[in-house]
Each structure stands twice: as structure tokens, then as C-alpha cells.
């Protein structure tokens, strides 16, 4: 069963570093397009950075709200992608999804969401 | 970045109602456009990609048509576990962007 499970998300402070992980089983994350996509509280959906698969060598794209700040690397050997969440702003607060992009389409599967809230 | 635009932001409807919803690109995205369902509490959705392919096991109601930068999803026979938010995403230049969003609940 194909299955993508987001994690590591919780409170830290403004100006604070997180990092969030997305495991993938039954399928082969490396050999898709892989997207992080964030949702603020009561909000819609924001696009926020895409890893390509292998054959792209792992090229990064990011919006410009996060770009700088937020980086996306992935672990073949866990099957993972990463989100390093750096210098975090009270505006970030949203739930993280990662979702899957197989070539010729978009967000074909998504994990459940992790939590993250920036707050003093 | 591609500014996208739904309308309406919500509106209220019947089961067994045919539902149409819009969404307009600010610059053309050729046939790069797809549509997610988002229930409360749920992730999204994708129901329809490439402006009108049927996401593999999406019900056949749901239907996508448009080119360019008009765009529209058209529900047929609307069922109570349609009641949702729709997005519209273009993904044909970076950064990928997702439209407001409109809600479709219970007359």
C-alpha cells in the first residue's frame, strides 16, 4: 500500500530552526517529483517547494515566501524527503503535506500533515 | 508568480444539483491545471490533472474542461460527500500556485 507519512512537527519559537520528515512506502520516492505543500490555520493551500526525482539530480524549486529560508533534501536510503525549516516566522505556522507528483501530473497522493506552530 | 482565481468563494447547493466552478489563471498555463477536493480535517484530493484527466478513481460526475486561463470543474449530480473546498493549481511555471479555494456546502 502506497503511504506517506509526514512527522517532526510542534512548537518552537520565532527565529527557530525545525526540520520535518516525509517516509514514503510502496512506492520509490526517488522516482518521482516530490512536493511540500502548507496549509495556515483555516486557510488555503500554499505551494512551497518541490524536489525533482533522480533523474533530475534532486533539483529544488521553492516559492519566493519561503525561498532562502526553507530547504528540501531528500535520503534514498530511508525512502524520506526533508523540509529544514530555518530563521521561522509566527506566519509559518501551518500544517506541512508532502505530496507525490509522478511525471505528467501533480499531487497524485498526500500524507496526512504535520502540525507546525511558531510561537513564543 | 501565476495569480489564480476562483469563484465563487462559496456557495450553497443540493445533492442531486449540477455544480460548475471557475478558476482563471492571471497569465496562460496551457493545460497545466488540476483540481483537489479538501474535506475538513482531511488532506487534499486531486480529482482532475491535465485540465481534464480523471484522476484514477475519482467518479465520472466529476469533469474539467478549459485551456489557457479559464478554467472550470463541473460536478454532476452532486453526492453529500461532495460537499467540500475545491482548489485549482497550475503547475506549468514555478512557483506552482493553488487559487483561493471555493466551498461548496448544504443548501
Known amino acids: 500500500e502506497e503511504q506517506l507519512v509526514e512527522s517532526g512537527g510542534g512548537l518552537v519559537q520565532p527565529g527557530g530552526s525545525l526540520r520535518i520528515s516525509c517516509a514514503a512506502s510502496?512506492?520509490?520516492?526517488?522516482?518521482?517529483?516530490m512536493d511540500w505543500v502548507r496549509q495556515a490555520p483555516g486557510e488555503g493551500l500554499e505551494w512551497i517547494g518541490r524536489?525533482?526525482?533522480?533523474?533530475?539530480?534532486?533539483?529544488?524549486q521553492y516559492a519566493a515566501s519561503v525561498e532562502g529560508r526553507f530547504t528540501i533534501s531528500t535520503d534514498d536510503s530511508k525512502n524520506s524527503v526533508y523540509l529544514q525549516m530555518n530563521s521561522l516566522k509566527t506566519e509559518d505556522t501551518a500544517v506541512y503535506y508532502c505530496s507525490r507528483s509522478p511525471r505528467g501530473s501533480i499531487g497524485d497522493f498526500w500524507g496526512q500533515g504535520t502540525l507546525v506552530t511558531v510561537s513564543s | 508568480a501565476i495569480r489564480m482565481t476562483q469563484s465563487p468563494s462559496s456557495f450553497s447547493a443540493s445533492t442531486g444539483d449540477r455544480v460548475t466552478l471557475t478558476c482563471r489563471a492571471s497569465q496562460g498555463v496551457r493545460s497545466s491545471l488540476a483540481w483537489y477536493q479538501q474535506r475538513p480535517g482531511e488532506a487534499p484530493k486531486l480529482l482532475i490533472y491535465?485540465?481534464?484527466t480523471l484522476q484514477s478513481g475519482v467518479p465520472s460526475r466529476f469533469s474539467g474542461s478549459g485551456s489557457g486561463t479559464d478554467f472550470t470543474l463541473t460536478i454532476n449530480y452532486l453526492q453529500s460527500e461532495d460537499f467540500a473546498t475545491y482548489y485549482c493549481?497550475?503547475?506549468?511555471?514555478?512557483?506552482?500556485?493553488f487559487g483561493p479555494g471555493t466551498k461548496v456546502d448544504m443548501k
Open positions: 491535465a485540465t481534464s
Open positions: 524536489v525533482g526525482n533522480k533523474a533530475s539530480r534532486y533539483t529544488t
Open positions: 493549481q497550475q503547475y506549468y511555471v514555478y512557483p506552482f500556485t
Open positions: 510502496g512506492f520509490t520516492s526517488s522516482e518521482h517529483s
